[in-house]
């Protein structure tokens, strides 16, 4: 059974093989540049695209960290009656067997 790829795929493969080396050589080259720390380089890579914010003072730290504290507080106010249900529970007496 023979298969061939017609013009198109081939040139869709082509281009994503460019692609890939294209970015591929990028990545090599911004770890090169950060002394090859992958964690940097993920930081800076959410820094750049606005999923974390840069904290530059004590006030911006306390705020992030308010924010977190009050998600952190509803979710414990939120399981805590599901908690107190399950143990305190009566169990059900059960008669011994001799």
Same mark, same amino acid.
């Given at each position: 059974?023979?298969?061939?790829?017609?013009?198109? +795929?081939? =040139? %869709? $493969?082509? =281009?994503?093989?460019?692609? &890939?080396?294209?970015? +591929?050589?990028?990545? @090599?080259?911004? $770890?090169? !540049? /950060?002394?090859?720390?992958?964690?940097? $380089?993920?930081?800076? !890579?959410?820094?750049?695209?606005?999923?974390?914010?840069? /904290?530059?003072?004590?006030?911006? %730290? !306390?705020?992030? @960290?308010? +924010? =977190?504290?009050? /998600? @952190? &507080?509803?979710? %414990?106010?939120?399981? %805590?009656?599901?908690?107190?249900? !399950?143990?305190?529970?009566?169990?059900?007496?059960?008669?011994? =067997?001799?």
């Amino acid at each position: 059974m023979k298969t061939s790829f017609s013009t198109t +795929g081939k =040139i %869709f $493969l082509a =281009i994503g093989s460019i692609m &890939c080396i294209w970015v +591929g050589a990028a990545v @090599i080259n911004a $770890l090169s !540049y /950060l002394n090859w720390s992958v964690s940097e $380089l993920a930081r800076q !890579y959410m820094v750049a695209s606005g999923m974390v914010k840069p /904290l530059h003072t004590m006030v911006d %730290f !306390y705020t992030h @960290i308010k +924010g =977190i504290e009050y /998600l @952190i &507080c509803v979710a %414990f106010f939120v399981a %805590f009656p599901y908690f107190y249900m !399950y143990v305190g529970k009566e169990q059900k007496q059960r008669p011994a =067997i001799k």
